[in-house]
């Protein structure tokens, strides 16, 4: 089918339960991979994810295509696609179909041939060993692969992306479920190659929105405090008088704006300093950050028109 009617390759999952709650999703899921269901196309295992999944996949994809195509020969094609939380590359949906992936639907983008490797990582040996196969079928092993990787241990992530070394142009996409990937990790992807641009999944309303202010103020919430101050790289951050006058007035739109501006800090500490979000529905956000104002015309095309083909004004997301 043409690839503009069906970007993601959907299709019918004839067998989904179209799990009605959480309580029972999770019955049905290992670690998020469906163990009912298998790929109609290749009999290999599917993420399930919400229906809000294209959205996150409309701006990755739009991003990469308008990105490899206006770089690739300035960097004779030094280009490499870096994703942390891949994934098996294929997702049953809770409509009861299925469809690619982030992983998938960027390996099947025309714009795949303008950069030099693709690298996936996640900590789940199933979905690295399903998506070492899809790439296998696909015929672009000389590309592409999947490693087992954690990235609460920083060294092996790095150690998986120096499989593929690269001293070009790297877009690394960070995909995590949470607000749980130390800031640590991505300092060190940062440093230890040539120059990179990051999109991370940011959970600002699914994570920070429904405990910070519990992180904030209550000491059982100690866990939960490290954590952001881990993932945010700020030290501190819930000792700020402004932080801790939000927290008391549940003001969480404010604690939430200067969690993230925390967050922005940290990145332009490591010279990510033009930096952009897209809101993903009323869940999360993309937080796009480079170093070069390029990367950022870049990206405010590719945010300018959303999922429906509607132009999105700038500052409406
Ligand atoms: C939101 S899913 C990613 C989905 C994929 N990017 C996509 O959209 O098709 C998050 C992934 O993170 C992986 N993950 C969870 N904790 C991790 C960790 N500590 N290190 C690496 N991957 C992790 C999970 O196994 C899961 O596949």
Known sequence: MDRRLDPFRRRPLENCQKCPNRDEREQNLDRGICNLNKSVFDGLPLRC???WANEKIHYLV???DIFTTGMHKKWGGNLRYIEICSG????STRDG???DGT???ILNHKAVAYIQSAIFIDNNQESVDA?????KKMNVTDKAIAFIGDYKDGDSILSAM???PCDGLTLCFVDPTSCDIPFSTIEAISSCTGKVDFIVSFFSNLDFR?????AALNPEFEVARLKYETFAGCKGFFERPDVKTAAEHRKHDDLLRLFMHAYRESLSRIGKIAQDTVSIREYYHLLFATGHSRGLDFWKKAKSTDITGQKCLPGLE
């Open 131 to 135: 998506l070492n196969q899809r790439i």
């Open 103 to 105: 992983a998938l639907a």
């Open 210 to 214: 429904r405990n910070g202010a519990d």
């Open 162 to 164: 120096n499989q593929r």
């Open 62 to 64: 739009r991003y990469f």
């Open 49 to 51: 994810v919400g229906e």
């Open 97 to 99: 179909y299925e469809q």
């Open 88 to 91: 098996p590359g294929r997702c």
